[in-house]
């Protein structure tokens, strides 16, 4: 299984998508020969297009204004720009490496496109919130644009509809009545994750075990729960002729779409070539799209059902459904709206967590009422996030309008990508920023209910919707984890890079070996 990042996956996959085009284009780029020439037997003749590629750029086309004062460039090839710079799949570290050498704020070229890149806290919060109404629109790989229709709440453009659906979800299903609603729900999540841990370890208590595997099993049945009001065991999907199970379903609203959400289309890049077919990437995010359509029906359908025999359930759908809202929605809108909800859906450090818990809870279960006053959980999962942000570069904005940033300026058409990673990276933000230390958010200045300590849950008016929830899950799980279970990494697992996905991954998942306390 997959990365599932419950109520915020659309940012996630924004982001990722364009992360991945990067690499699809580079590997254009290569093939053409405009990279490193290579001999390949099966390739395609695509010298045509950098002839037209070429041509189009020399007439103007592609070129974006100049300005005298804009943002410092990092040089790049003729054409591609710099896309044969980000090959790999942490661009997040490049774009850090870049900003010691041109600074917080740099423009680069991805083919026809340019895009500036912010780097430190200091500037994203800049665009994020002073400058937001020149920067408020999504810029949208082909991908995304097909598979959200652009009616998803973290995709959409700001505006009546986006702010009507945020209002719906953080209403139903993400606010602070709703996750009050949604508690029970929460807490029997982390029960289960903790029973199954047990069984484990009883069966086999020296093997290591893949802690990734269980824990998004049970998150995927609470976001069911939360948009369906039940933890759908199968469905009869009628175009597929047969009825399919949970682990299908997740296959086919989860997996699949991310996969296919960082599925590149190097037209994105040079869209003066948008005539050319690109059949593969065509057939694959049709397939997707088709997939995820019915079975999201046949799930909408049968809660329907439900609905209608005079069964009403505590669940996202329900709000959804009721008269004055689904007047408002079409059916397309609703089956987005509710796939998104279920998409989105060192030793020292654990004994001093433990001292803590044992502290202020004896051998009573963690609940959520217990973490206003456990300030230490509350820092390490701030300083978790700091370190490993679930979405190291935040979903692609298009400046609209001429503005400035950090003193720069800013040409309307141009993109905009902010490096998480480097924000929570910048010295001038953070004391030591490279070392793990909880102990930076116990200071002066952080409040224990305060959720944007960090990047990671964005800033301005697209902050994160489900960051309540996400703080409740994981500050919850990680005690309850940490208060019944001494853990230990397999050996050699100590220091796994991160990579880049449809959100940022362990190059391999966490294998931990367990102790009952």
Same mark, same amino acid.
């Given at each position: !299984?997959?990365?599932?990042?419950?109520?915020?996956?659309?940012?996630?996959?924004?982001?990722?998508?364009?992360?991945?085009?990067?690499?699809?284009?580079?590997?254009?780029?290569?093939?053409? #020969?405009v990279i490193a020439p290579r001999k390949r037997p099966n390739a395609p003749p695509v010298g045509g297009f950098v002839a037209a590629a070429a041509l189009a750029e020399r007439a103007g086309v592609i070129?974006?204004?100049?300005?005298?004062?804009?943002?410092?460039?990092?040089?790049?090839?003729?054409?591609?720009?710099?896309?044969?710079?980000?090959?790999?799949?942490?661009?997040?570290?490049?774009?850090?490496?870049?900003?010691?050498?041109?600074?917080?704020?740099?423009?680069?070229?991805?083919?026809?496109?340019?895009?500036?890149?912010?780097?430190?806290?200091?500037?994203?919060?800049?665009?994020?919130?002073?400058?937001?109404? /020149? &920067?408020?629109?999504?810029?949208?790989?082909?991908?995304?644009?097909?598979?959200?229709?652009?009616?998803?709440?973290?995709?959409? =453009?700001?505006? =009546?509809?986006?702010?009507?659906?945020?209002?719906?979800?953080?209403? #139903? !299903? +993400?606010?602070?009545?709703?996750?009050?609603?949604?508690?029970?729900?929460?807490?029997?999540?982390?029960?289960?994750?903790? %029973?199954?841990?047990?069984?484990?370890?009883?069966?086999?208590?020296?093997?290591?075990?893949?802690?990734?595997?269980?824990?998004?099993?049970?998150?995927? %049945?609470?976001?069911? &729960?939360?948009?369906?009001?039940?933890?759908?065991?199968?469905?009869?999907?009628?175009?597929?002729?047969?009825?399919?199970?949970? =682990?299908? &379903?997740?296959?086919?609203?989860?997996?699949?779409?991310?996969?296919?959400?960082?599925?590149a289309d190097w037209r994105d890049y040079f869209p003066y070539l948008s005539w050319l077919p690109n059949k593969s990437f065509d057939t694959i995010v049709s397939t997707t799209e088709f997939r995820r359509?019915?079975?999201?029906?046949?799930?909408?359908?049968?809660?329907?059902?439900?609905?209608?025999?005079?069964? *009403?359930?505590? %669940?996202?759908? =329900?709000?959804?459904?009721?008269?004055?809202? /689904?007047?408002?929605?079409?059916?397309?809108? +609703?089956?987005?709206?509710? %796939?998104?909800?279920?998409?989105? *859906?060192?030793?020292?450090?654990?004994?001093?967590?433990?001292?803590?818990?044992?502290?202020?809870?004896?051998?009573?279960?963690?609940?959520?009422?217990?973490?206003?006053?456990?300030?230490?959980l509350n820092a390490v999962f701030h300083e978790t996030l700091r370190l490993h942000s679930p979405v190291p570069v935040l979903p692609p904005r298009f400046v609209h309008d001429d503005t400035t940033l950090?003193?720069?300026?800013?040409?309307?058409?141009?993109?905009?990508?902010?490096?998480?990673?480097?924000?929570?990276?910048?010295?001038? *933000?953070?004391?030591?920023? #490279?070392?793990?230390?909880?102990?930076?958010? +116990?200071?002066?200045?952080?409040?224990?209910?305060?959720?944007?300590?960090? !990047?990671?849950?964005?800033?301005?008016?697209?902050?994160?919707?489900?960051?309540?929830?996400?703080?409740?899950?994981?500050?919850?799980?990680?005690?309850?984890?940490?208060?019944?279970?001494?853990?230990?990494?397999?050996? #050699?697992?100590?220091?796994?890079?991160?990579?880049?996905?449809?959100?940022?991954?362990?190059?391999?998942?966490?294998?931990?070996?367990?102790?009952?306390?």
């Amino acid at each position: !299984m997959e990365a599932f990042v419950p109520g915020g996956a659309g940012a996630a996959a924004a982001a990722m998508a364009a992360v991945g085009g990067f690499v699809a284009a580079a590997a254009l780029a290569e093939r053409a #020969g405009v990279i490193a020439p290579r001999k390949r037997p099966n390739a395609p003749p695509v010298g045509g297009f950098v002839a037209a590629a070429a041509l189009a750029e020399r007439a103007g086309v592609i070129a974006p204004r100049k300005r005298s004062n804009a943002p410092p460039a990092v040089p790049g090839l003729p054409i591609i720009g710099n896309l044969h710079q980000l090959k790999e799949k942490k661009p997040h570290q490049t774009f850090a490496k870049w900003a010691e050498i041109y600074g917080p704020i740099y423009t680069i070229r991805t083919g026809a496109s340019s895009v500036v890149v912010l780097n430190s806290t200091e500037v994203a919060k800049e665009a994020m919130i002073d400058k937001f109404s /020149s &920067i408020s629109t999504r810029k949208l790989p082909k991908a995304m644009s097909v598979l959200t229709r652009k009616n998803m709440v973290a995709i959409s =453009d700001y505006g =009546d509809y986006q702010k009507m659906a945020k209002r719906n979800i953080m209403i #139903g !299903m +993400l606010g602070f009545n709703a996750q009050k609603q949604f508690r029970g729900t929460r807490e029997r999540m982390i029960s289960n994750v903790l %029973s199954t841990l047990h069984k484990l370890v009883s069966l086999d208590p020296h093997s290591p075990l893949n802690f990734r595997d269980v824990y998004i099993n049970e998150l995927f %049945s609470l976001s069911l &729960i939360q948009s369906l009001g039940e933890d759908v065991r199968s469905v009869y999907v009628e175009e597929f002729g047969r009825e399919i199970s949970k =682990d299908e &379903i997740f296959d086919v609203l989860v997996h699949e779409m991310m996969m296919c959400a960082v599925e590149a289309d190097w037209r994105d890049y040079f869209p003066y070539l948008s005539w050319l077919p690109n059949k593969s990437f065509d057939t694959i995010v049709s397939t997707t799209e088709f997939r995820r359509d019915a079975v999201m029906n046949a799930l909408i359908k049968k809660q329907k059902e439900r609905i209608a025999r005079g069964e *009403a359930r505590a %669940s996202y759908i =329900d709000f959804l459904l009721e008269a004055e809202r /689904s007047a408002q929605l079409t059916d397309d809108q +609703l089956m987005l709206l509710l %796939s998104e909800s279920i998409l989105a *859906a060192a030793d020292t450090v654990l004994e001093l967590l433990y001292q803590e818990i044992r502290e202020v809870c004896g051998g009573e279960a963690v609940t959520e009422d217990d973490l206003p006053r456990l300030p230490y959980l509350n820092a390490v999962f701030h300083e978790t996030l700091r370190l490993h942000s679930p979405v190291p570069v935040l979903p692609p904005r298009f400046v609209h309008d001429d503005t400035t940033l950090a003193g720069y300026d800013v040409a309307a058409g141009t993109q905009m990508m902010i490096n998480v990673y480097a924000c929570h990276m910048d010295e001038k *933000a953070w004391e030591s920023p #490279g070392e793990w230390s909880p102990e930076r958010f +116990l200071g002066e200045g952080f409040e224990v209910a305060d959720r944007y300590k960090t !990047m990671a849950f964005g800033a301005g008016r697209r902050t994160c919707a489900g960051s309540l929830q996400a703080m409740n899950i994981a500050c919850v799980a990680v005690a309850r984890l940490v208060q019944e279970l001494e853990w230990r990494l397999r050996e #050699g697992d100590g220091d796994k890079e991160d990579t880049m996905q449809f959100t940022a991954l362990k190059l391999d998942p966490l294998h931990v070996h367990l102790k009952p306390r």
